[in-house]
């Protein structure tokens, strides 16, 4: 069997990304033609044809369309093996673990405070939390995800494993004096047609959630582009977006411009731990145990009054 280096998976990433050699070429810091010569021979070991080349374009074959995809998960493989070999060759490394601010940086403090090994937070943003875990940079991450009626999802889960923690159920955020602020209770249906805050880089099953259209099946009507939850609260205030929202986040961050109120069938929202699928370090599995009898010992957020 023929191996196929790194290099030349990266080689025909640029490629496949850019499609376009020259363009690729120069990402890469090299000439054209050497990288035309390793595509060729990447080629001719897999005994594939990887791209249609024309004079004008340049398109991945359904034979490359499949190397795109496994590629990436070989090199973040390779990726996470470097670093974690490195940070286990430093005198006590320590467990690194990962969330976005807010709730989930907060919990991740307590449980570090009662874990008797060396542990560092490192903050995160949105959606990055399952990729850091994939190349490495993290061995455990605190992300959100749904809890439907299949199971825990979050987009990106694919190959990793999952310790749900707990699970609230998610409110509406309206602008005061918004046309809905005077039911004491709402559906997803009441969503329908209203613009939601677009979380970039979401995929459409994460998109549905957010705006309880993974409810209803309807479509989706993006808002305005959201990095945060401060920011999504701003452009719910100023009345450019309704959002869904934990209860938890509701019940931090009271304004007087925004109204909370509850959604019956709105899918509930978990906190989970997520780790690198097979990983074989003891400290992830102490630290998963810790954080279940941390958890178990919070206040749970519940649904928010209506007044």
């Known amino acids: 069997m023929d191996d196929v280096e790194v290099r030349e998976l990266r080689y025909f990433r640029a490629v496949a990304e850019e499609l376009n050699f020259s363009r690729a070429a120069e990402r890469l810091a ?33 034979a490359g369309n499949v190397l795109f995809t496994e590629s990436a998960k070989a090199l973040d493989a390779v990726s996470a093996a470097v670093r974690r070999t490195r940070r286990a060759a430093r005198q006590a490394p320590a467990l690194v673990v990962t969330a976005k601010p807010g709730v989930a940086t907060d919990l991740l403090r307590r449980i570090a405070d009662r874990f008797p090994d060396p542990v560092e ?20 991450a605190l992300l959100g995800c749904s809890s439907g009626p299949d199971g825990p999802g979050h987009d990106g889960q694919d190959g990793l494993d999952v310790e749900v923690l707990f699970s609230e159920p998610r409110v509406a955020a309206l602008p005061a004096g918004h046309e809905l602020a005077g039911r004491s209770a709402l559906t997803c249906a009441d969503f329908a047609g209203r613009p939601t805050p677009f979380w970039p880089g979401s995929s459409a099953a994460s998109r549905a959630y957010w705006s309880g ?31 869904l929202l934990p209860a ?21 929202y978990s906190l989970a731990f997520a780790w690198a699928a097979g990983a074989r370090d ?7 145990r810790t954080a279940v009898e941390v958890s178990e010992a919070l206040p749970r957020p519940g649904a928010v009054p209506a007044g």
């Open 121 to 140: 937070i490192r903050v995160s943003g949105f959606g990055e939390q399952a990729e850091m875990l994939r190349d490495g940079r993290a061995d455990v």
């Open 213 to 243: 259209q993974d409810v209803t099946g309807g479509p989706v009507t993006p808002g305005p582009v959201v990095h945060d939850s401060a920011q999504l609260l701003e452009t719910v205030a100023l009345g450019q977006a309704v959002a």
């Open 282 to 288: 003891l400290r992830i599995a102490r630290f998963v």
């Open 248 to 268: 938890s986040v509701a019940e931090l961050r009271s304004r007087d411009d925004v109204v909370y109120r509850p959604v019956l069938d709105a899918t509930p």
């Open 30 to 62: 090299m000439a054209q033609p050497p990288l035309s010569r390793a595509i060729r021979l990447l080629e001719r070991r897999l005994g594939v044809q990887l791209f249609e080349r024309t004079s004008r374009h340049v398109a991945l074959t359904p």
